[in-house]
């Protein structure tokens, strides 16, 4: 290919970064016939041609209500922001802002559609009205991106449907605002002569691919977990029971299967049931747990003593249930329980507590984590992390983020590693916890589902912790081992993955061989 950038006298000192944002320009060059506008050519062209009109959708929440990123967010100056930073970057493009929060609004802007070229969708917080994804069915070109921790979830559970329906929606999911200010100028091609949907796709796509790049270090560091005795794991797990409080996702059914598979046993319980061993619970027993927390964490942040006081009665109440129905693991709707009103505690510190002492502590009664953790935890004697993912394609990671997180990643005489004491994030209330995992690990993720007799797995080096105040405490950052754009697009099985320390790919594909499970390596 004749190509100016691959053959300038800079190309032999560019690093693989920039030569692939220098030959994914030259693709997109190929699509506008004038190459990847820059902001000063885009300047100069805006005078000669009218603007596409683009409108930028926000798809938030009521910001008094407990959500992603969290309750009393300022989304009125997070959009500000946006659109400063797009208009500014765009001046081929004219951003028409909309807001929506629930279908109705959203029918209202579709209703209107004949008016823009295309969309511009921004998941600002989680409002599993399915918003985002109706807006980018709609057939006119489509950018949705990811404000990352405040609609990640919608995000990545809607994009794989989709792009499965082949519908003209490109994505951005990025820390860096550059971003997506690159891929929100091709909408420009919409207003030139001989320009499709099908071209600004791929320019979208070739700005993506230039601005993603694998992490060039992987080393990591080894702590000798290779293998497990899975006949003595099947044979605990034929004895396990683990407690489900106020629902289940999958309900019986679910149960059922998991039963038949594994021989794991869900016992459900009522909220009334936890609220009355919570009352009941030893308050002496509580002091000491909180004095446990404290004395132990770097930093105590929100909660107050008397949070986490309540906090350890709540662990208290849920020990003695498991220890009443011969349990070794519980999950409980959350919040369901807290945002109703059948519970008074967060069981954060609790759930934390039980996986650091080698059982389980499950939230959302989400039943399939639950098991999946039971079963990393029999198979090598190391606590599960349930967490919401969140992606970043500037830095090649994937972040696992949630308000319940173990302490000693390598099992209960592993090492301890330091966290602070938070409140809950969505709603700001309660007790939970910052756990601040040790960086330089191979990590294994799974999903286990024995109804479709399935292991969803992919792995990352463990890179840093990311501090930041929106959504979830604990954020894991993982450098992801294999094809991001793979996993992002044919995400599946709903938002939570399990994640687990450790290169354990091997005794896990052995262990889903012997009991029957299809694993799909989602990277």
Aim: include cysteine; hydrophobic fraction near 40%.
């Amino acid at each position: 290919m004749n190509c100016q950038y691959c053959t300038s006298p800079s190309f032999a000192m560019m690093n693989r970064r920039g030569f692939l944002s220098g030959c994914m320009g030259c693709a997109a060059a190929a699509v506008t016939g004038g190459g990847l506008l820059t902001r000063t050519s885009h300047a100069a062209t805006a005078r000669g041609r009218a603007k596409a009109r683009v409108r930028i959708v926000f798809s938030e929440f009521p910001s008094d209500q407990p959500t992603w990123p969290n309750i009393g967010y300022d989304y009125e100056s997070r959009r500000a922001e946006l659109m400063r930073a797009l208009t500014e970057g765009c001046p081929d493009v004219q951003f028409i802002p909309e807001v929506v929060i629930n279908r109705e609004q959203t029918a209202e802007v579709l209703a209107r559609a004949d008016d823009v070229d295309g969309y511009l969708v921004y998941t600002m917080a989680l409002s599993w009205q399915g918003n985002p994804q109706t807006i980018c069915s709609a057939g006119k070109p489509a950018l949705l991106v990811d404000d990352l921790y405040g609609g990640s979830g919608e995000f990545l559970t809607q994009l794989p449907a989709l792009c499965r329906e082949k519908k003209p929606v490109e994505w951005v999911s990025s820390s860096k605002m550059d971003d997506v200010i690159e891929s929100a100028r091709c909408f420009a091609l919409l207003k030139q002569e001989g320009k499709t949907a099908d071209d600004f796709i791929a320019a979208c796509r070739a700005v993506r691919h230039g601005n993603t790049s694998r992490p060039k270090d992987m080393t990591v560091k080894d702590d000798s977990v290779q293998t497990a005795d899975i006949e003595e794991a099947l044979k605990r797990l034929g004895e396990t029971r683990i407690l489900v409080i106020g629902g289940g996702w999958g309900g019986d059914a679910y149960r059922a299967s998991v039963k038949e598979l594994l021989g794991v046993e869900f016992v459900p319980i009522a909220f009334p049931e936890m609220h009355q061993a919570h009352q009941k619970a030893d308050r002496d027993e509580a002091k000491a747990f909180a004095d446990r927390w404290i004395k132990q964490a770097r930093e105590v942040v929100e909660p107050d003593r008397a949070e986490i006081e309540n906090a350890g009665a709540l662990y208290v109440a849920m020990k003695q249930l498991m220890d009443k129905h011969d349990a070794r693991g519980i999950s409980i709707n959350c919040l369901g329980g807290f945002y109703g009103g059948h519970l008074t505690a967060y069981p954060c510190l609790g759930f934390c507590q039980f996986n650091n002492d080698g059982l389980v502590g499950g939230c959302e009664a989400d039943q399939r984590s639950a098991l999946t953790m039971m079963v990393g935890s029999v198979l090598f004697g190391r606590p599960g992390y349930i967490s919401d993912p969140v992606i970043d394609t500037s830095k090649y990671q994937i972040i696992y983020a949630h308000c319940v997180a173990p302490t000693h990643v390598f099992g209960p005489d592993g090492p301890a590693n330091p966290y602070r004491i938070r409140n809950h994030s969505e709603d700001r209330k309660g007790a939970s916890i910052q756990s601040l995992m040790p960086a330089g690990y191979m990590t294994t993720t799974i999903e286990i589902d024995p109804p479709s007799k399935t292991m969803l797995m992919h792995q990352a080096r463990a890179a840093e912790n990311i501090d930041n105040d929106k959504a979830c405490r604990t954020k894991l950052a993982g450098e992801l081992v294999g094809d991001l754009e793979k996993l992002v697009t044919n995400w599946s099985m709903g938002w939570h993955r399990v994640t687990f320390y450790g290169d354990l790919r091997r005794p896990l594909i052995a262990f889903a061989d012997r009991v029957g499970l299809k694993v799909i390596e989602e990277a």
